[in-house]
T-cell receptor, first 112, second 115 residues
Framework: GDSVTQMEGPVTLSEEAFLTINCTYTATGYPSLFWYVQYPGEGLQLLLKATKADDKGSNKGFEATYRKETTSFHLEKGSVQVSDSAVYFCALSKAAGNKLTFGGGTRVLVKP | DAGVIQSPRHEVTEMGQEVTLRCKPISGHNSLFWYRQTMMRGLELLIYFNNNVPIDDSGMPEDRFSAKMPNASFSTLKIQPSEPRDSAVYFC?????????????FGEGSRLTVL
């Protein structure tokens, strides 16, 4: 079946450092790919998405490019802030109705 | 507009008791999802509904779990009897399936502790 694998955390960074979180997927067909973010005590919210190969999703300084040849969707941000401390989830969707398959989540802690 | 509303936010109960979690999706959304989040297993999809009809309940762990959606604005997830291993955060999410954007709107979750 479909699956998403992302790097385990926690990832601890200093403010203004470069962040990258690796995500790879296994799926038949052509899934859409997503990054969701979960801030402490809250539910998940969509951060960015890409619906076809070579698409780049971006939001709030975060970027991820859909790489079909490597089945990857790595998340990057050039200069993180303390407010970026959260858990980040990579996900894919193939089915109609927006059913998502999530990775295990990566906790990021940014220190001042 | 109000987001997805879940209740209770926190529930502490004893093993063997019945637990009912409630969810009000965003008005106009026609898909509803129940997820469970634990440290060990991450986010697991338990069940999802489309137009109030259960479409996929393969993630429901066992017969102790049941979910209903009697109308477009309300869903419940019931655990009877509860066990300590059911302790988790349960999230409800909704979306409009007609757009197929992959964007789910999550509630703030119900944290369940079974002693």
């Amino acid at each position: 079946g479909d699956s998403v694998t992302q790097m385990e955390g926690p990832v601890t960074l200093s403010e203004e450092a470069f962040l990258t979180i690796n995500c790879t997927y296994t799926a038949t067909g052509y899934p859409s790919l997503f990054w969701y973010v979960q801030y402490p005590g809250e539910g998940l919210q969509l951060l960015l998405k890409a619906t076809k190969a070579d698409d780049k999703g971006s939001n709030k300084g975060f970027e991820a490019t859909y790489r079909k040849e490597t089945t990857s969707f790595h998340l990057e941000k050039g200069s993180v802030q303390v407010s970026d401390s959260a858990v980040y989830f990579c996900a894919l969707s193939k089915a109609a109705g927006n059913k998502l398959t999530f990775g295990g989540g990566t906790r990021v802690l940014v220190k001042p | 507009d109000a987001g997805v509303i879940q209740s209770p936010r926190h529930e502490v109960t004893e093993m063997g008791q019945e637990v009912t979690l409630r969810c009000k999706p965003i008005s106009g959304h026609n898909s509803l999802f129940w997820y469970r989040q634990t440290m060990m297993r991450g986010l697991e999809l338990l069940i999802y509904f489309n137009n109030n009809v259960p479409i996929d309940d393969s993630g429901m762990p066992e017969d102790r779990f049941s979910a209903k959606m009697p109308n477009a604005s309300f869903s419940t997830l019931k655990i009877q009897p509860s066990e300590p291993r059911d302790s988790a955060v349960y999230f409800c999410a909704s979306s409009f399936s007609g757009r197929n954007t992959g964007e789910l709107f999550f509630g703030e979750g119900s944290r369940l502790t079974v002693l």
